[in-house]
């Protein structure tokens, strides 16, 4: 069974920084695309980036381009996700998410349905 637990969420100011992390469990962690995506309160939930397998290729949504890193440790079976420049919109709820499948690359474009496992959700809070 697949578990996913993020952490780091909190209360920053803007301008500021945090960095999320998630732990996977239960599969092979290094075959599979990883995503993070948000989702405001009143609002849907928008992709913000996503990791191939090899940790080789990144995509980000416009929104966060130069501001936010994903990365991952697949030796330590986590992905992370630095924030920098935080700003008041950034504020949401933040899920980490593996691909259902390994090895695909649709996975990266952010499209969730490519997502079968999905974490509990991290809150982070931007002041301004």
């Known amino acids: 069974q697949v578990q996913l637990v993020e952490s780091g969420g909190g209360l920053v100011q803007a301008g500021g920084s945090l960095r999320l992390s998630c732990a996977a469990s239960?599969?092979?962690?290094?075959?599979?695309?990883m995503g993070w995506f948000r989702q405001a309160q009143g609002k849907e939930r928008e992709f913000v980036a996503a990791i191939s397998w090899s940790g080789n290729n990144t995509y980000y949504a416009d929104s966060v381009k130069g501001r936010f890193t994903i990365s991952r440790d697949n030796a330590k079976n986590t992905v992370y996700l630095q924030m920098n420049s935080l700003k008041p919109e950034d504020t949401a709820v933040y899920y980490c998410?593996?691909?259902?499948?390994?090895?695909?690359?649709?996975?990266?474009?952010?499209?969730?349905?490519?997502?079968?496992?999905w974490g509990q959700g991290t809150q982070v809070t931007v002041s301004s």
């Open positions: 998410a593996e691909a259902g499948r390994p090895y695909t690359i649709a996975a990266l474009r952010g499209t969730a349905e490519e997502y079968a496992y």
């Open positions: 239960g599969r092979a962690f290094s075959r599979y695309a």
